[in-house]
């Protein structure tokens, strides 16, 4: 098989693809637009399904194209290169969904009676569409789940750090009863419970709430979670971003965040602070995912009142900001675990 990859805005209609039907590429054509933006993302997805290939062993050729998407020739060149490299033209899958819709109509005038396959992903409902000339494979669904390191290491992100999941189940009676029945108050649950584990007695509230929330949600219908991540995005030998995630979640090829704040944001500068957060939250999506949920779970006394804010002003204009980026922000859980297991299986679609 040979896939063609047209690069366009989105990581998640190209990676995918790929990922799905790795084990049947020989060769694989990434074809990008010569606009700066689209080449610093296609560099990224070569270098990434570079790295995968090698870490899986699998026997895929990766060849690389620049085009013009507004010269008739060059989109063609496309094909040409996929049908020199191939024995048959039936071996030929072009991913069409996100590159112009130009690109599309030209190629498919053009190569569908020589047996080209084009392939359009909806990545929203993970399933895929493949049409030829005399054949239509509608709304196939994706078989192949992606966990949390392939997602990255596609996008050629490393991951640095990752919390100890075997660690988190551990405690995980124990940080029940600190953030249920204690309500987080450490020193009385200390003395109520002296011979602990020594990581709650020497792991502040911030951290033990994520391994808390991670314990909580880890049996769910997803296909792989992790907690306390770090990542380094890199771009050059000099530049890079590092970015850290409490927890993430990843369901049918689409990653989601939980950022854990264990507070409450109830006088005006910590008011602020909850704008920045959100700021902050809204803009790592295109790091994780375009598509990617966000849920900022907090300490504050309601356990939801996004529907009906009250308090300051700046409480408002923070529910608002966080309504705008479509991220759902929940207060405190005691007696509420049912209620947020409930919420994160219908906003993750878990």
């Not at 909806?122 to 994706?142: A, G, H, L, P, T």
Request: with cysteine; aromatic share 10%.
């Amino acid at each position: 098989m040979t896939l063609v990859s047209i690069v366009g805005d989105f990581y998640s209609s190209v990676l995918p693809v790929f990922y799905e039907f790795s084990d049947r590429i020989t060769n694989h054509i990434i074809v990008y637009d010569d606009d700066r933006f689209d080449v610093q993302k296609a560099k990224k997805i070569i270098k990434g399904t570079k790295r995968f290939i090698k870490q899986n062993s699998l026997p895929i050729t990766t060849y690389t194209k620049s085009i013009n998407e507004d010269y008739e020739k060059s989109i063609e060149d496309i094909v040409l290169l996929a049908l020199e490299i191939s024995d048959k033209t039936e071996d030929v899958y072009i991913n069409v969904t996100d590159g112009l819709a130009s690109n599309a109509v030209v190629l498919a005038s053009r190569y569908f009676d020589k047996g080209v396959h084009f392939l359009a992903y909806d990545r929203f409902d993970n399933e895929y569409n493949i049409i030829s000339q005399d054949k239509m494979v509608w709304r196939k669904k994706m078989h192949k789940k992606m966990d949390i390191h392939t997602h990255f290491l596609l996008k050629d992100i490393e991951i640095t750090q990752m919390g100890d999941k075997a660690e988190a189940q551990q405690l995980k009676k124990d940080l029940s009863i600190l953030f249920q029945d204690f309500k987080g108050k450490k020193n009385e649950f200390l003395s109520e419970y002296p011979n602990c584990n020594e990581v709650i007695k020497n792991t502040n509230n911030g951290f033990l709430f994520e391994k808390y929330i991670f314990n909580l949600l880890s049996d769910l219908d997803h296909d792989d979670i992790a907690y306390g991540i770090t990542i380094e995005d890199r771009h050059s030998e000099t530049k890079g971003y590092k970015n850290e995630f409490d927890i993430l979640i990843i369901k049918e090829n689409h990653l989601h965040i939980i950022e854990c704040k264990y507070k409450s944001f109830s006088h005006t500068k910590s008011a602020q602070e909850k704008s920045n957060i959100i700021y902050k939250l809204d803009s790592l999506r295109d790091i994780i995912d375009d598509d990617s949920r966000i849920l900022l779970l907090t300490n504050e006394s309601r356990y939801n009142y996004m529907d009906n804010p009250q308090g300051t002003p700046n409480t408002a204009t923070s529910i608002k900001r966080a309504r705008a980026s479509n991220i759902v922000i929940r207060g405190s859980l005691v007696g509420k675990e049912a209620d947020f297991r409930k919420d994160i299986k219908k906003l993750f679609g878990i």
